[in-house]
């Protein structure tokens, strides 16, 4: 099922830092030509306005597949380590949630890099803003983990799926091959924000789904497809 219906943003809401839940600033996210764009001309600089595009339902067990390609130049005074970088956040927190200065949902982050025409930079990476995840039966703490994708340069369009599976296994693929494994996503208490939705559960942490964004952090970016399979379990 296509979650972006080619011509506007319904069903979608913006979250951008230091702006309330539902206000597009400078209208950083846009439709044009059957896209969604993420686009900062009308910015005079980038000032960590980093931004998240909701989709209005929560899921947990699905595939999920979007495609993307980053276009143009990064915007001013965005940082060095967001060029050519975006992604889509999986099993987020409430966006109504969200402090209004607070700059990425606890979530998980299949991280989308574009290459920089120089060395290797893998893309469907995972970050993890405010959670914890289990590799290799271990608990692990680093907040970007590597995947052993191959390097994308220029504006090609990139493929990214991710099956995702409540509180169990998760797998990212890239242009179909599969490139990080990791299972049992939890909050992470070091994270204030993660530390209260923690308090606010009673203090459980395990994360078995939530709603998903797609994200605007300095650099252009194009997305085509927005699909989603759920899986019934």
């Known amino acids: 099922t296509s979650l972006f219906n080619g011509k506007d943003l319904t069903g979608w809401t913006p979250k951008i830092t230091k702006s309330d839940y539902g206000v597009n600033y400078l209208d950083t996210f846009r439709v044009e030509d059957g896209l969604i764009k993420v686009r900062y001309d009308k ?42 970088n975006s992604g889509v956040m999986i099993h987020c927190q409430d966006p109504k949630g969200m ?9 998980l982050e299949v991280q989308f890099l574009g290459g920089l025409g120089r060395g290797k930079r893998s893309t469907g990476n995972l970050c993890t ?24 340069d220029g504006d090609q369009w990139v493929t990214i799926e991710v099956e995702a599976h409540g509180n169990g296994k998760f797998k990212h693929f890239v242009n179909g091959e599969l490139v990080i494994e990791y299972e049992k996503p939890r909050l992470d208490d070091s994270d204030p924000d993660s530390k209260k ?3 606010e559960r009673n203090g ?30």
């Open 197 to 199: 939705l923690t308090e």
């Open 99 to 107: 402090r209004k200065d607070q700059e990425f949902p606890v979530c």
């Open 43 to 84: 910015y005079e600089k980038f000032d960590g306005e980093f931004g998240h595009l909701f989709y209005e339902h929560p899921f947990s067990n699905y595939k999920l597949r979007v495609e993307y390609r980053f276009v143009g130049d990064q915007s001013k005074n965005g940082p060095g380590w967001a060029t050519r």
């Open 129 to 152: 803003p405010g959670t914890h995840v289990i590799m290799n039966d271990k608990l692990i703490t680093q907040h970007c983990i590597d995947s052993t994708s191959k390097t994308y």
């Open 204 to 233: 459980d942490k395990t994360v078995s789904g939530g709603y998903l964004s797609l994200q605007a952090e300095s650099h252009p970016v194009e997305f085509r497809k927005v699909e989603i399979f759920p899986l019934d379990e």
